[in-house]
């Protein structure tokens, strides 16, 4: 048992009391309360190209230790995740404003992914490709990519995180990485996590350098730091989380100088509720999607396209199930929802409310009202919240992502409709059909059913396992990151012929000379 409280993870020199904040520091809040946790120093672009300089010097040595070195390395990282399992949950609820289960479950996700990046640390196969030519050997070897950006949102603070730099790790990259403005301390809690483990090993004892700037962090404004990452030419991969607008810019910018991007972006998940569905299973699976995190994740439940002869059952079994939600300090056991992370964010969801409206849809529970009776409170905090959608429209709202508890019901007649609707949106990150029908699930999982990156049947959208690659299509980015064979983006595909032959043919049969 550890005795740690995640105060001790914050030791930092870049980390202050609140009171000692000058202009150079952000101050990062406790969404539930809004009191001020901790100050951060923002770094200065000077100090933003030290570091990548010296991830860059450090990538030179990193990339020849053997990949089931690094791997060792991670396997002790994801110990240390494990010791500190509960310190660090207590600090993604406290600076994120998860609920405590879902602050230890984000840790639990980072434990994971560094357990399976340690297997594939022995395990990063290339092919062997038959030759055309006599005595000619061919194949396909992965080598590393270089120092990586990892660019985070809030709402994932460490796993997102874990994700990229565990793989990239074991693939012989260097990162840096840069967190969201609103949760700089998880991030300093996690890079302590990873430096403790570097710092007291001696498996990575590099000639010239630190071990600790293969997980590099750098904290800043856009000016300073975020915009000369995109453009830096010694990084040639951005991954990137958040916004689709964010991620425009992002893709513009590494797309303009030809690196690559990872880009994992906003969602609009949808649920489709066939006649035949379990009910009882879809209630639990839409109030974890929709209520869990405040409907803050990528996945988040946002519309449910439920079948006419269901829909009132399943609106009716929601609304009972939505009154149980206990909203308050996520630190509690009994809470179920949190507060938003900004008081933007509130802005955001009164904003989409009030559009609903307007486009004929009609608030059945929490709406404008709920985020009144909240208003005096300290703390972001608003009520789940659902909408029922007029029949046969698809109001714009409902085409957007707000990151808030908000959720669509829609009413349709068949499987056609409910495709129709449910790929009728710019994003595409997770979807789920809740039915017994095996017709419905294969169709829904066919080239004319769901266009998401994830398609899950008799399961909600959100809450993901590591094991498979994670993203989505359209304004989603692409891009995949964690299991699978994400890993393949962290490094650079190398064609390799050796010709072991005393004659010198070319391909295609060409003579030459
Ligand atoms: C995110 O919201 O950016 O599938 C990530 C899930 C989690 C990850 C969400 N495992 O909901």
Redesign the pocket.
């Given at each position: 048992m550890t005795t740690t409280t995640f105060s001790s993870l914050l030791e930092h020199p870049w980390v202050v009391d609140p009171s000692d904040a000058t202009d150079s520091h952000t101050i990062s809040y406790n969404p539930a309360t809004g009191e001020p946790i901790a100050a951060v120093r923002r770094q200065t672009n000077e100090e933003y190209n030290d570091q990548v300089a010296r991830s860059n010097a450090i990538f030179k040595e990193w990339r020849m230790l053997p990949a089931p070195k690094r791997g060792e390395l991670v396997r002790r990282i994801g110990n240390a995740f494990r010791e500190y399992e509960r310190p660090l949950g207590e600090l993604v609820a406290m600076e994120a404003g998860k609920i405590i289960a879902e602050g230890i479950g984000e840790v639990v996700?980072c434990i994971d992914i560094a357990d399976f990046a340690v297997g594939l640390s022995r395990q990063l196969y290339g092919l062997t490709i038959a030759s055309e030519r006599p005595r000619h050997a061919m194949m396909e070897q992965w080598q590393p990519l270089g120092t990586i950006g990892i660019i985070s949102?809030f709402?994932?603070p460490v796993?997102?995180w874990a994700w990229n730099s565990m793989l990239a790790a074991v693939c012989g990259d260097t990162m840096i990485w840069k967190p969201s403005s609103t949760t700089p301390l998880t991030a300093i809690a996690m890079t302590n996590v990873a430096h403790e483990v570097m710092r007291n090993q001696d498996i990575f004892t590099p000639e010239h350098g630190d071990p600790c700037d293969v997980f590099g962090l750098v904290f800043g404004s856009r000016e300073e730091v975020g915009e000369p990452l995109l453009a830096d030419r010694r990084i040639p991969l951005i991954s990137a989380?958040g916004s689709c607008k964010m991620g425009r810019r992002v893709g513009e910018v590494v797309g303009g100088r030809l690196a690559k991007s990872l880009l994992?972006l906003g969602g609009n998940n949808a649920i489709i509720i066939m006649d035949d569905a379990d009910l009882d299973m879809v209630i639990r699976g839409t109030l974890f999607g929709a209520v869990g995190t405040a409907g803050q994740?990528?996945?988040s439940t946002r519309r449910l396209l439920c079948h006419e002869s269901v829909v009132d059952e399943v609106t009716n079994g929601l609304l009972k199930a939505y009154e149980q939600v206990q909203i308050g300090n996520p630190l509690d056991d009994s809470t179920l929802m949190g507060p938003l992370i900004t008081e933007y964010a509130v802005e955001d969801m009164r904003n989409a409310l009030v559009q609903a409206k307007e486009e004929g849809c009609e608030i059945l529970c929490g709406g404008i009202e709920g985020i009144e009776r909240w208003a005096d409170r300290p703390g972001n905090f608003v009520e789940p919240t659902i909408v029922k959608v007029p029949r046969g429209t698809q109001p714009e709202v409902t085409k957007d992502e707000t990151f808030a508890p908000i959720l669509y019901i829609f009413t349709i007649s068949d499987l056609d409709e409910a495709l129709e609707m449910h790929n009728n949106v710019d994003q595409g990150l997770s979807s789920a059909i809740f039915t017994n029908s095996m017709r419905s699930a294969g169709r829904f999982l066919s080239p004319e059913g769901s266009d998401c990156g994830i398609a899950n049947v008799n399961i909600g959208t959100?809450?993901?396992e590591i094991g498979g690659a994670?993203g989505g299509e359209k304004d989603t980015g692409g891009g995949r990151e964690s299991g699978s064979d994400s890993w393949k983006v962290y490094m650079r595909r190398q064609t390799c012929t050796t010709n072991w032959s005393d004659e010198m043919p070319l391909a295609q049969g060409i003579e030459f000379g």
């Open positions: 996700e949102a709402n994932f796993a997102v989380t994992e994740r990528c996945t959100s809450g993901a994670f």
